[in-house]
């Protein structure tokens, strides 16, 4: 439209939702480096650094949301929430920046996880609003899943033992995110974030290990007892 790419950085109002989270408190910090205005989205009030405004809602709750993303000129939202419909008509024309899943191609095959995350990103494509999508791997956060077996002992055990996944840093995830929020040509854009080496579960308990200074030892959960306590888990859909 004829402004300078600086006037962005210096007008620009953007929601975050998980403003807390891995990615969401990594993006907000982020958009403040550039001199975003962030509304930043947790259940309680908090304490925030200038240039943040609090926002207390419950994304599960879309009444508890309604009206936070009007006036924006972004919002970042995650998938599979309630309050994605509101969040995305009070937003009207302004850009929305969604992380979803690299695993939304398997959602025709029956994949519950992937499902939602497609629903999410074809809500977004639907609102009228300008879009990103962003599909990360797992997260290296993820390893934290791991706490309680850390805690107990040296063994590590996990289902699917032989699949490498190329894990992605919640930071990288949210650079992504704030350049397509604060930067022109993103519009209309899904990227896929992946991290630089593949890595099986026992990689990654070999990297722990080595960062802990600990010797701990990964066990493959076997599939026929994942069938039987990942439902539990997850829940039967997932």
């Known amino acids: 439209d004829g402004r300078p790419a600086q006037w962005y950085r210096q007008t620009m109002e953007v929601l975050v939702m998980g403003a807390t989270g891995n990615v969401g408190g990594a993006l907000v910090e982020l958009l403040c480096a550039r001199n975003v205005g962030v509304h930043a989205i947790t259940r309680e009030a908090?304490?925030?650094?200038d240039g943040v405004r609090g926002v207390v809602g419950d994304a599960n709750d879309p009444a508890s949301l309604a009206g936070a993303a009007a006036v924006m000129d972004g919002a970042f939202l995650m998938s599979g929430y309630a309050a994605e419909a509101q969040l995305l008509a009070d937003l009207g024309a302004g850009h929305a920046a969604l992380l979803s899943s690299s695993s939304v191609p398997l959602a025709d095959s029956g994949n519950a996880m992937a499902a939602y995350h497609r629903d999410s990103e074809e809500a977004v494509k639907a609102s009228g609003a300008a879009w990103t999508i962003v599909r990360p791997c797992s997260m290296q956060s993820n390893v934290t899943r791991w706490k309680d077996q850390l805690d107990a002992g040296e063994v590590i055990r996990a289902p699917f033992g032989d699949v490498a996944v190329a894990m992605t840093d919640p930071a990288d995830v949210a650079a992504v995110l704030a350049t397509a929020?604060?930067?022109?040509?993103?519009?209309?854009?899904?990227?896929r974030v992946s991290g630089p080496e593949a890595l099986t579960p026992a990689d990654q308990v070999a990297i722990v290990a080595e960062v802990l200074e600990r010797k701990l030892r990964f066990e493959a959960i076997p599939d026929d007892?994942?069938?039987?306590?990942l439902p539990a888990q997850l829940g039967q859909a997932y």
């Open 181 to 191: 929020l604060t930067e022109a040509g993103h519009a209309g854009e899904t990227y």
């Open 46 to 49: 908090r304490t925030w650094p």
């Open 225 to 229: 007892e994942a069938r039987v306590t």
